[in-house]
């Protein structure tokens, strides 16, 4: 049994805190993607999982948010002149929030309804979100096309934005409770995300065997990580860059009625005993199968809901078999998993990586679209940029 002290839902809302002490500002984030070795899929409110997922935090896939902040009333008592230039600035009187969205130098008011709703999930948690009017400036590393899930990096960065102006207002939370809250406050924006705020392997969901795991925030990988795992890269090939047909929400929600689910969720959580046995023995061949076993059951699941959808593309099949066809002949541990798409997330330990990288440039590339992929490692987690975006 799990003995350590985890918090608790209500340990994340703020009660006290000084709102005179900051009245404008802005705070950057650089915060990485994660790719899932154990997969997510299937959710109960509000942002629950249905199972234990594990990933690597990612390194050169990442996105860069800023927010600006002014404080409503304190504006308006400065002076009307102040209090004019804000609500023209910002815009939004019409729809009600207090923010504007920019992304990639593009007012993106497309992107408000999620933000809105993040914003709703969690001002029970960060009360003082509705005193301030805000302007959110995001960019990603990848391009946004890719079909490479940019809320888990997106919506951590814009998590760890809010719990930096929480800890302006009350300076006194630890580091602990910054990325333990910094986490919750990312799940209720996309489930994944949660992952994003730490290196290198996160566990969301609570399990049995993971020290201190819970259902409402990602925790790092309590054991030691063999040396096998150090610098594990993850080459994704982009087959596919263009919009998914099937958003991750509606695949989630697919899983409530699944014929399935039960068996599914169980297998998981399974396998997350597996691969935390794996992952310290430095056990690369047990690693290849609960990881590709799991990438090929997360789609199973989507074959097999009500409607059925298929997001693998002719060519994210081309590349699995050769890579079955390259580690048959060589030995090599290189493996693949996938997203909820039809790119492939080539792994493959550092030790390896001269002769996989000549096989993806060789082989596999031609299956990309244009020839794009992107070179990506295993990473350390979210770094506040001090510098203005
Ligand atoms: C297949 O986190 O994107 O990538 O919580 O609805 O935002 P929401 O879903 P999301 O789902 C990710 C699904 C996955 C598997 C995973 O990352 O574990």
Known sequence: MNKSIVLIETDFILTTYNISKCTEGSVSWKTPSNIALVKYWGKQEPQIPENTSISFTLDACFTVTTLEYKKRDTERSRSGQNAEKISTSLNHQSDKSNFDIYFEGEKKDDFKP???????????YVPFLRE????ITSKNSFPHSSGIASSASGMSALALCIMSLEKELDPTISDAYFNQKSSFLARLGSGSACRSIEGELIVWGNHNEI??????FGVKFPHTIHKNFK??????????????????TVGHQLMSNHPFAKQRFIQANDNISKISKALQHGDLKEFTTIVESEALSLHAMMMTSNPYFILMRPNTLKIIHKIWDFRANTGSNICFTLDAGANVHVLFPEKEKLEI???IINELIQFCQENHYICDRIGKGAEQLLIKN
Not at 114 to 124: A, C, D, N
């Open 114 to 124: 999620k933000i809105e709703l993040f914003f709703k999930r969690i001002e029970h």
């Open 132 to 135: 301030f009017d805000f302007v």
């Open 211 to 216: 020290k201190g795991s819970s259902d409402l």
């Open 231 to 248: 610098n594990y890269h993850d080459t994704i090939l982009l087959v596919d860059e263009g919009e998914k047909q099937v958003s991750s």
């Open 357 to 359: 990288n000549n096989f």
